[in-house]
């Protein structure tokens, strides 16, 4: 089983949204950055004014690595796996993992969609997966 | 200046716990500077984390009574920056003679595997990195070197080479855990881990410790051993793992270095060995590129051909480094220590012929804090 986070009262609405599918972004109503992981206040400005945007969930590799040593024994049955940095279209980036996908086929600058069923069908959070076409 | 420096006995069974380290590597330090534990008024310690209050611990243990504290975390230049701490509380007048310490058990006590710490599932990295199952911190170094392998067009045998000399330094220090010398071919049938990173581009996991004594020197009735701290730089890039760092090819380094060779009014290619932390083989590499030793890319070749290795011209981890020295969690303290040997010209086989200058080059986190200590003999 994934280790699943344990959300707070400033990450329990991305959470919701990763569970129904939807992979939100935290914007600045003052100078307009969005950034990920969600915070109390912006890190770019300092402003505490902060909505939420859904993302389009599409970007691109900007590196990664292939695991073949599992992190932890929930991970022992899905090794070798990709851990990667992508980099969203809205400009931000973040950790996760490429799946559906061939390790061996991973490459930096492919195009990546979001995907949100978890390998194991429980504690699901965002992945991703190359694109279906070019976009 | 640094007026004396002492390591505690490699562990045997039952294992010494992180503060008998501390005091053992102590100890050492305070009778290498020929002054006595009473004239100690200033703590600088860091283990790797289980001890809650380490400077109030090993105060007690050597019945201390320090006039300032600072256990300042900052990963793997958490020694350098208590160097850097204890030469500014020296300038303050909050202490004259500055213990910084350094002991780990992360080996013995198991607090340590291959996927990293555990992190509570409320905090960021638990919330947003554990869930992806990444190794912290090798996949934030995999990551790396996986991005200079495609902007430069290097390989696996680049990163060999940093570890090949590594091998070859260690062979020539008797208290080096891994002297066994290591072939391209070797390095190449080692197990993948985080791809491109194997498991022999990955430092030892061990434990162990080391001290050093800061002062303004002319006091331990050895000044010719004494060794001045020439400059120092460090810096704290805004983010505490790699996700947050725009290039990750970007140590901090330059930064401070660059504030180290000024104040030493040295340029880098003026030192005579260079002493750069080596928790991953990309590390260096990347190292020697932000220290201004060659250009952006440039740094798989300057260790290419043995150049770092003994003999070579540009001499580089001269204890073995992480790769193959030790690692307790936080090699810096051993960067400092070796430089210390290699100036003094106690370094036995291995000893740097007539090296006058070092640079000890520490990074902590992932990429997050950088520190810089240009060293010379007095």
């Given at each position: 089983?994934?280790?699943?986070?344990?959300?707070?009262?400033?990450?329990?609405?991305?959470?919701?949204?990763?569970?129904?599918?939807?992979?939100?972004?935290?914007?600045?109503?003052?100078?307009?950055?969005?950034?990920?992981?969600?915070?109390?206040?912006?890190?770019?400005?300092?402003?505490?004014?902060?909505?939420?945007?859904?993302?389009?969930?599409?970007?691109?590799?900007?590196?990664?690595?292939?695991?073949?040593?599992?992190?932890?024994?929930?991970?022992?049955?899905?090794?070798?796996?990709?851990?990667?940095?992508?980099?969203?279209?809205?400009?931000?980036?973040?950790?996760?993992?490429?799946?559906?996908?061939?390790?061996?086929?991973?490459?930096?600058?492919?195009?990546?969609?979001?995907?949100?069923?978890?390998?194991?069908?429980?504690?699901?959070?965002?992945?991703?997966?190359?694109?279906?076409?070019?976009? | 200046?640094?007026?004396?420096?002492?390591?505690?006995?490699?562990?045997?069974?039952?294992?010494?716990?992180?503060?008998?380290?501390?005091?053992?590597?102590?100890?050492?330090?305070?009778?290498?500077?020929?002054?006595?534990?009473?004239?100690?008024?200033?703590?600088?310690?860091?283990?790797?984390?289980?001890?809650?209050?380490?400077?109030?611990?090993?105060?007690?243990?050597?019945?201390?009574?320090?006039?300032?504290?600072?256990?300042?975390?900052t990963g793997g230049t958490?020694?350098l920056v208590?160097?850097?701490?204890?030469?500014?509380?020296?300038?303050?007048?909050?202490?004259?003679?500055?213990?910084?310490?350094?002991?780990?058990?992360?080996?013995?006590?198991?607090?340590?595997?291959?996927?990293?710490?555990?992190?509570?599932?409320?905090?960021?990295?638990?919330?947003?990195?554990?869930?992806?199952?990444?190794?912290?911190?090798?996949?934030?170094?995999?990551?790396?070197?996986?991005?200079?392998?495609?902007?430069?067009?290097?390989?696996?045998?680049?990163?060999?080479?940093?570890?090949?000399?590594?091998?070859?330094?260690?062979?020539?220090?008797?208290?080096?855990?891994?002297?066994?010398?290591?072939?391209?071919?070797?390095?190449?049938?080692?197990?993948?881990?985080?791809?491109?990173?194997?498991?022999?581009?990955?430092?030892?996991?061990?434990?162990?410790?080391?001290?050093?004594?800061?002062?303004?020197?002319?006091?331990?009735?050895?000044?010719?051993?004494?060794?001045?701290?020439?400059?120092?730089g460090q810096v704290a890039r805004?983010?505490?793992?790699?996700?947050?760092?725009?290039?990750?090819?970007d140590t901090g380094a330059a930064a401070s270095s660059r504030d180290a060779?000024?104040?030493?009014?040295?340029?880098?290619?003026?030192?005579?060995?260079?002493?750069?932390y080596?928790?991953?083989?990309?590390?260096?590499?990347?190292g020697?590129?932000d220290m201004?030793?060659?250009?952006?890319?440039?740094?798989?070749?300057?260790?290419?051909?043995?150049?770092?290795?003994?003999?070579?011209?540009?001499?580089?981890?001269?204890?073995?480094?992480?790769?193959?020295?030790?690692?307790?969690?936080?090699?810096?303290?051993?960067?400092?220590?070796?430089?210390?040997?290699?100036?003094?010209?106690?370094?036995?086989?291995?000893?740097?012929?007539?090296?006058?200058?070092?640079?000890?080059q520490a990074f902590g986190g992932?990429w997050s804090s950088a520190a810089t200590?240009?060293?010379?003999?007095?």
């Open positions: 089983m994934r280790p699943g986070p344990k959300p707070t009262g400033v990450t329990e609405q991305y959470w919701a949204a990763a569970a129904r599918g939807e992979l939100l972004l935290q914007q600045c109503t003052v100078c307009g950055g969005s950034q990920h992981y969600p915070r109390l206040l912006c890190s770019a400005c300092g402003s505490g004014e902060l909505t939420w945007r859904t993302a389009t969930g599409r970007g691109e590799v900007y590196t990664y690595t292939v695991a073949y040593r599992p992190a932890s024994d929930a991970f022992a049955d899905v090794v070798p796996y990709v851990c990667a940095l992508v980099d969203l279209d809205e400009g931000v980036r973040l950790l996760s993992n490429i799946v559906r996908v061939d390790v061996e086929d991973v490459n930096i600058g492919m195009r990546v969609e979001a995907t949100f069923d978890g390998a194991n069908g429980d504690n699901v959070v965002p992945c991703f997966q190359p694109c279906a076409t070019t976009q | 200046m640094i007026a004396g420096v002492g390591e505690p006995d490699w562990g045997g069974e039952p294992a010494a716990s992180e503060v008998e380290l501390q005091a053992q590597g102590a100890v050492r330090a305070i009778a290498d500077a020929g002054l006595t534990k009473e004239e100690v008024d200033g703590v600088f310690v860091q283990s790797t984390g289980l001890e809650r209050m380490p400077g109030l611990l090993l105060s007690e243990y050597l019945g201390l009574q320090p006039r300032t504290l600072d256990s300042t975390t958490s020694n208590h160097v850097i701490h204890a030469m500014a509380a020296i300038e303050a007048g909050q202490c004259d003679v500055a213990l910084v310490a350094y002991g780990s058990t992360q080996r013995s006590s198991r607090t340590r595997g291959v996927g990293g710490w555990t992190e509570s599932p409320s905090s960021p990295l638990g919330q947003f990195v554990v869930p992806y199952g990444y190794l912290n911190p090798i996949g934030a170094y995999a990551m790396a070197a996986r991005r200079y392998h495609h902007l430069y067009g290097t390989g696996p045998e680049d990163l060999a080479e940093v570890v090949i000399s590594a091998r070859r330094w260690a062979a020539l220090n008797p208290r080096a855990l891994r002297r066994e010398p290591l072939s391209l071919e070797g390095y190449l049938a080692s197990p993948m881990v985080s791809d491109p990173l194997r498991r022999a581009d990955i430092c030892l996991v061990t434990d162990g410790g080391g001290a050093l004594i800061v002062s303004r020197g002319g006091r331990s009735g050895a000044v010719s051993r004494e060794i001045q701290i020439m400059g120092d805004g983010h505490y793992w790699v996700a947050g760092l725009d290039d990750i090819l060779y000024k104040r030493a009014g040295l340029h880098p290619e003026e030192i005579d060995l260079y002493q750069i080596d928790a991953f083989t990309i590390m260096p590499i990347l020697v590129e201004g030793l060659c250009a952006k890319g440039e740094g798989a070749a300057f260790f290419a051909g043995g150049r770092t290795a003994p003999g070579g011209q540009a001499p580089t981890n001269t204890s073995g480094g992480g790769l193959a020295y030790c690692h307790p969690g936080m090699f810096g303290i051993f960067l400092l220590i070796e430089a210390v040997h290699q100036l003094r010209g106690e370094a036995g086989p291995r000893q740097v012929e007539g090296a006058a200058t070092a640079v000890c992932q200590l240009v060293l010379g003999r007095n």
